[in-house]
């Protein structure tokens, strides 16, 4: 049995997002990676998101699961924040073997992690810092590049999908940070609780913020998961 993993990076990001994990999984396994990019997205230089909406990202992620269906015999879907959210999408429309939900935008924004977060970069701004601030570094050109209108596709997307959590069955694994300053770590609870799989797990980082799979403890989650996934 060919296996292949389709892995979906988030709203306004590309496939570094989930680059570390996928570049485990390779390391670890003769299984087919596929990291597709969806339209307007990409590296933070390359972001050209007017005009794209819901039904592309949508589309992109059907398109890209069908061509990897083409190569293998059984498909693995991890996605990222809003990647996790078009997963779920995907899980409800085709046959997957297992399911990975990292850092899932069942929910969004947790305000007060957001406000430490902003805080801190204020206090880093204050000092003549900002470049050492991490936050700063990877969002600064996304507030300059990233219009609302795409932010408003987003979040259509989490409002066609919630519906769908109630539906997943199959065996799925649950990835947060407990410090994430964009889904707030109560959303993998949630979605824990929400899908009638039997088999589910949750991982929960203590020092993991947004992009997850930069966490710290990234090592000990990815062999974890892998366990999971290769368990019949």
């Known amino acids: 049995m060919k296996t292949g993993v389709l892995m979906l ?7 570094y997002e989930v680059e570390p994990f996928a570049n485990f999984l390779k390391q670890q396994t ?19 998101m007017k ?16 061509k990897l269906a083409k190569q293998v015999d059984e498909i693995v879907v991890a996605g990222f924040s809003m990647g996790g ?37 204020a206090v880093d701004a204050y000092h003549r810092a900002l470049k050492d601030n991490e936050l700063f570094l990877r969002y600064q050109h996304k507030f300059r590049n990233v219009p609302l209108s795409a932010t408003i596709q987003f979040m259509e997307i989490v409002r066609r999908t919630e519906p769908y959590i109630a539906h997943i069955k199959c065996p799925t694994y649950i990835v947060q940070g407990a410090i994430d300053g964009i889904v707030p770590s109560i959303t ?20 993991g913020k ?6 710290d ?9 892998l366990k999971f996934l290769q368990d019949r």
Request: glycine fraction near 6%; hydrophobic fraction near 40%; include cysteine.
């Open 30 to 48: 003769d299984w087919i990676i596929h990291t597709p990019t969806f339209s307007g997205h990409g590296d933070v230089d390359q972001l050209n």
């Open 9 to 15: 990076h988030g709203f306004s990001g590309g496939p």
């Open 85 to 121: 959210i078009i997963a779920i999408h995907l899980a409800q429309r085709y046959h997957i073997k297992k399911l990975v939900l990292l850092s899932a935008a069942a929910k969004y924004i947790s305000p007060a992690q957001l406000i430490k977060d902003m805080s801190l970069m």
């Open 210 to 215: 947004h992009h997850i799979c930069y966490s």
């Open 217 to 225: 403890d990234r090592e000990r989650w990815f062999s974890e998961v």
């Open 188 to 207: 993998a609870s949630y979605i824990y609780d929400k899908i009638l799989s039997t088999e589910k797990k949750i991982y929960m980082s203590e020092n």
């Open 51 to 66: 005009g794209f909406t819901a039904h592309n990202w949508l589309m992109d992620a059907e398109l890209a699961y069908r």
